[in-house]
């Protein structure tokens, strides 16, 4: 079980909300937030509701300012709790949208798909088993992507068009 507790101001200050679970409009709660801890599990935050925009992989520690730390201007709008995850990853990546193109296998990390595997690009996966970060930019560096279990047709369908990822990391972290 995961525990994050959200803050209206930077530095810890203002109103509070503490979450244990999945958020998908914190507005209802806190007018804004700046700043959070996470005493317990991972979780993904969003720079807007619903899950969507800019996302970051927040693990157990202390974040006291989001605009300077993360170029979250707006803030966090929403949040969502990582389940951990014991046992295998598999994800099959894709070159084209709804699966098509080269595809390949993964079920470990991939600091870059165009020299591992000759991808230009993902546009497509399948996660299968566990969860993963996708990342813009070689070296797992850039904007970053939360996928769970679940077949994903189309990234720009998603909100994500003009990105494409060329990292892949499994969540491993004692959440």
Do not use: A
Not at 17 to 29: A, G, H, K, L, R
Not at 86 to 109: C, P
Not at 139 to 158: A, L
């Amino acid at each position: 079980m995961g525990k994050i507790t959200f803050y209206e101001e930077k530095n810890f200050q203002g109103r509070t909300y503490e979450c244990m679970s999945d958020c998908s409009d914190m507005t209802s709660n806190l007018s804004r937030c700046q700043s959070c801890r996470v005493e317990s599990g991972c979780f993904m935050v969003y720079d807007r509701s619903n899950y969507m925009g800019q996302q970051h992989f927040m693990r157990r520690g202390e974040y006291s300012d989001f605009m300077s730390m993360m170029g979250m201007s707006n803030g966090i709008k929403s949040c969502r709790m990582i389940p951990m995850h014991r046992g295998q990853f598999r994800m099959r990546i894709y070159e084209r949208e709804n699966f098509g193109g080269q595809m390949n296998e993964l079920m470990e990390d991939s600091d870059n798909i165009q020299e591992r595997y000759r991808m230009s690009d993902c546009q497509s996966c399948n996660v299968m088993e566990g969860h993963w970060l996708l990342y813009e930019q070689p070296q797992f560096r850039g904007k970053m992507m939360y996928m769970r279990p679940g077949e994903y047709r189309s990234f720009r369908d998603m909100g994500m068009s003009n990105m494409s990822f060329m990292s892949m990391r499994r969540i491993t972290d004692m959440c």
